[in-house]
């Protein structure tokens, strides 16, 4: 069973500042995605990966998928209180099920 | 935009009952998906549905869960006999082409097991 990683599990920043959380897996995989959670609702998708190397920008979050594909980092430029969230890496194994990271909790405070 | 809806958002029932998840999935996708997540743990796959039939399943999901697509358009995941364990947020996802592809979630149903 493939398993992703996410680190820090927890993080608590104050607003304005800069982040990086990141997602480690010993497996390649044919993409990853990363979402965002908010407490008692459905993951929300903010981008997918698929090329080794890819940097992606949504705003003031950056997201790059490792050369090996076996990695990604997520990096947030001055954080905001809307930022907090769960932050959940997925990744699909070639076809094979659809393993999720136990995710990153940030706590942007204002 | 288009949306993963869900129904019901919270249902409560006896250890031992059957309860039907509903999932209506965005109009042109073909692939379903349903996860689940106990209060603190990671999401966990359980079943991919495609062309209505089962395409993956994880080990969680054994006989006392099933899957099906009655009328082309609801997708609903039963659980013929709850058990406790089985509280947890309910997932459905859909995608329109593949898992590779932007998988798109409902809000989920809180399924408590007393």
């Known amino acids: 069973t493939q398993l992703l990683e996410q680190s820090p599990q927890f993080l608590s920043i104050q607003e304005g500042e800069n982040l990086t959380v990141y997602c480690n897996s010993s497996s390649v995989f044919s993409s990853l995605q990363w979402y965002r959670q908010e407490p008692g609702e459905g993951p929300v998708l903010l981008v997918t990966?698929?090329?080794?190397?890819e940097v992606k920008k949504l705003k003031r979050l950056t997201f790059q998928f490792g050369d090996a594909r076996k990695d990604s980092s997520l990096h947030i430029t001055a954080a905001q209180p809307g930022d907090t969230g769960l932050y959940l890496c997925a990744a699909d194994n070639y076809g094979q099920n659809f393993v999720f990271g136990p995710g990153t909790r940030l706590s942007v405070l204002p | 935009e288009p949306e993963v809806t869900q129904t019901p958002s919270h249902q409560v029932t006896q250890m031992g009952q059957e309860v039907i998840l509903r999932c209506v999935p965005i109009?042109?996708?073909?692939?379903f998906y349903w996860y689940r997540q106990i209060l603190g743990q990671k999401v966990e796959f359980l079943v991919s549905?495609?062309?209505?039939?089962?395409?993956?399943k994880s080990e969680i999901f054994d006989d006392q869960f099933s899957v099906e697509r009655p009328d082309g358009s609801n997708f609903t995941l039963k659980i013929r006999s709850t058990k406790l364990e089985d509280s947890a947020m309910y997932f459905c996802?859909?995608?329109?082409?593949?898992?590779?592809?932007?998988?798109?979630f409902g809000p989920g149903t809180r399924l408590t097991v007393l």
């Open positions: 549905f495609y062309n209505n039939e089962i395409s993956e």
């Open positions: 996802a859909t995608s329109r082409v593949r898992a590779s592809d932007t998988q798109y």
């Open positions: 109009s042109n996708h073909l692939y």
């Open positions: 990966v698929v090329t080794g190397g």
